[in-house]
């Protein structure tokens, strides 16, 4: 059974401009299709707050159950992705990104500069994954056995007051 609908945003000025391949959204689309979910697709947006917010936003009016975006959570000025998601989040769910931070940790003490942030958008849960292939493996793998109980607990909410 389909967990739901998953979109995978890369944010990387050099991929978005073609200058680099993007490695790290496949990868994140290979483990999110084995853990149950239907990537509808990857997309590759620059490091720009306005763009990310949008995409954000129109992804959870689409139905999207899951988005996660890969990059843009360091310390760069450019990294911008997680004001662009506590900008669009009605609900922080800050025990995901400390999740990832932990089991990161144990392969560099780097990971601790990670600023990734995630939230709920509507019913869509969003989650900032680093830009390297490593660290979406990672962490994604850290999470991985959360996300079927997520997406049931958020199919419940989006049902309507009062409905399970």
């Known amino acids: 059974m389909s967990l739901g609908k998953a979109l995978v945003l890369t944010i990387s000025d050099t991929a978005a401009a073609g200058k680099r391949e993007d490695l790290s959204g496949p990868e994140a689309r290979r483990i999110l299709t ?6 509808a697709g990857i997309e590759i947006l620059p490091d720009e707050r306005g763009a990310i ?9 689409e139905d999207f159950r899951l988005v996660v975006t890969s990059g ?38 780097r990971a601790a500069l990670s600023r ?3 939230g709920i958008r509507r019913s869509t849960l969003i989650i900032n994954l680093p830009g ?18 997520a997406m049931d607990v958020l199919g419940q909410s989006s049902l309507g007051c009062g409905e399970t």
């Not at 917010?53 to 009016?61: V, Y």
């Not at 390297?132 to 109980?149: D, Y």
């Open 132 to 149: 390297s292939v490593k660290g979406v493996r990672e962490c994604l793998t850290a999470v991985r056995p959360i996300l079927s109980h």
């Open 34 to 39: 084995e853990a149950g979910f239907d990537v």
């Open 53 to 61: 917010e949008s995409r954000l936003r129109r992804a959870s009016e």
């Open 72 to 109: 843009g959570t360091g310390l760069s000025p450019r990294d911008v992705t997680p004001e662009a998601t506590l900008a669009v989040i009605d609900r922080n769910v800050p025990g995901i990104a400390e999740m990832m931070r932990l089991e990161s940790l144990k392969a560099t003490p």
């Open 116 to 118: 990734a942030v995630s």
